[in-house]
């Protein structure tokens, strides 16, 4: 069935080093894989998005990687700053019958970025 | 952060009632969803519609109803019939024209059952 899972669901890192969170689909058919952030008590915020035609996309410090292969997308971000905790979620789209998509988010990550 | 609206923020409820959630949008979308956020669960979608007087359901629909009579509004009734309704109800709006469309996420609506 449609499945997104995520990993780690906790991460702790010093500022300035890098972090990485990663998951995997289990549609081959899924085209586009966003990353959402959200900040306690806040909605989640689209941060980065790939596309199943693109490898690999970067937008500063944060760059997103994909394996349609192997089915799995992995969120980068370096040099790591205080304002960088948050949870992020992955998702994944899905598709159906009478032209209907959907995306399905993983569980989350809970990024802790320590001074 | 306009553009998507909830109302209200927080929201009691006794057993047995019925509540009604709000989601106003003024981004001209098309697509609408509603979300459930439990702690370590991530989102999972509730309902969405694609277009106006249409609308589907999503993982986890029982206990709950919507209509979708103006492209605008997109309200969630939880029913009394859903056995935990505590939760954080999150709505989305996106254009709807791709397959590639950004979800816009609104503030959210605190559930609390008493």
């Known amino acids: 069935g449609e499945n997104v899972e995520q990993h780690p669901s906790t991460l702790s890192v010093q500022e300035g080093d890098s972090a990485v969170i990663k998951c995997t689909y289990s549609?081959?058919?899924?085209?586009?894989f966003p990353w959402y952030k959200q900040e306690l008590g806040k909605r989640p915020q689209l941060i980065i998005d790939i596309r199943s035609n693109v490898g690999e996309k970067k937008d500063q410090r944060i760059a997103v990687t994909l394996n349609k292969t192997a089915k799995h997308f992995s969120l980068h971000i370096t040099e790591t700053q205080p304002e960088d905790s948050a949870v992020y979620f992955c998702?994944?789209?899905?598709?159906?019958?009478?032209?209907?998509?959907?995306?399905?988010f993983g569980a989350g990550t809970r990024l802790a970025v320590h001074p | 952060d306009g553009g998507i609206t909830q109302s209200p923020k927080y929201l009691f409820r006794k057993e047995g009632q019925n509540v009604t959630l709000s989601c106003e949008q003024n981004l001209n979308h098309d697509a609408m969803y509603w979300y459930r956020q439990d702690p370590g669960q991530g989102l999972r979608l509730i309902y969405y519609s694609q277009i106006v007087n249409d609308f589907q359901k999503g993982d986890i629909a029982e206990g709950y109803s919507v209509s979708r009579e103006k492209k605008e509004s997109f309200p969630l009734t939880v029913t009394s019939a859903q056995k935990n309704p505590t939760a954080f109800y999150l709505c989305?709006?996106?254009?709807?024209?791709?397959?590639?469309?950004?979800?816009?996420f609104g503030p959210g609506t605190r559930l609390t059952v008493l």
């Open positions: 998702a994944a789209s899905f598709f159906f019958s009478g032209g209907y998509n959907k995306l399905i």
């Open positions: 989305a709006s996106s254009s709807g024209d791709s397959y590639y469309n950004e979800q816009f």
């Open positions: 549609d081959s058919a899924s085209n586009y």
